[in-house]
């Protein structure tokens, strides 16, 4: 059986609107986003446009897809917040902009169910001036570091 856990819905909300969701369920309980890649079309491999939104698969895979976020420079991601890994230097401390969220998410399973709490703190990554905006514009709990002029 294969775990998908999705972006909970007040998070999302907060920072619409979106143009592509690069990671979307193949049966969605909700649309994040205008447009959607989800696993059968390879998002990695595809052109990205627009403002996009991006809740990677965690693990292995995560820093591809924020290798690309950062090349497409125009969205926001939502990841662990494992400062400590070479992926968060490469690729987090190095977009415009972070919100470190206060306390730990529920993500929700594929049915849209709020799931228990997340085993990792979460954070929510900028690149490009409006998605620096969005996240300091959110009202989402927690703390928003600026990391670019």
């Known amino acids: 059986m294969k775990d998908e856990w999705l972006t909970p819905p007040d998070i999302f909300r907060r920072l619409r609107p979106f143009d592509l969701d690069v990671c ?3 049966s969605p309980p909700w ?3 205008a447009r959607g ?3 059968n079309d390879d998002g990695l491999a595809k052109e990205w446009s ?3 939104w991006c809740n990677p698969p965690y ?3 995560t820093p591809k897809w924020l290798a690309k976020m950062k090349q497409h420079n ?3 991601a939502l990841i662990f917040a494992r400062t400590d890994t070479k992926m968060f230097h490469d690729f987090c401390f190095t977009a415009d902009a972070i919100l470190f969220i206060k306390g730990r998410l529920k993500f929700c399973d ?3 169910d709020p799931q228990g709490t997340a085993g990792a703190p979460s954070c929510l990554i900028a690149w ?3 998605a620096v905006n969005r996240l300091k514009n959110s009202g989402i709990k927690g703390k928003f570091i600026k990391l670019k002029e």
């Open 24 to 26: 979307e369920p193949v």
């Open 31 to 33: 649309h994040i986003a």
């Open 37 to 39: 890649y989800n696993i």
């Open 50 to 52: 627009g403002f996009v």
């Open 59 to 61: 693990g292995r895979e």
């Open 74 to 76: 125009n969205g926001i």
């Open 110 to 112: 594929i049915r849209g």
């Open 128 to 130: 490009g001036g409006e």
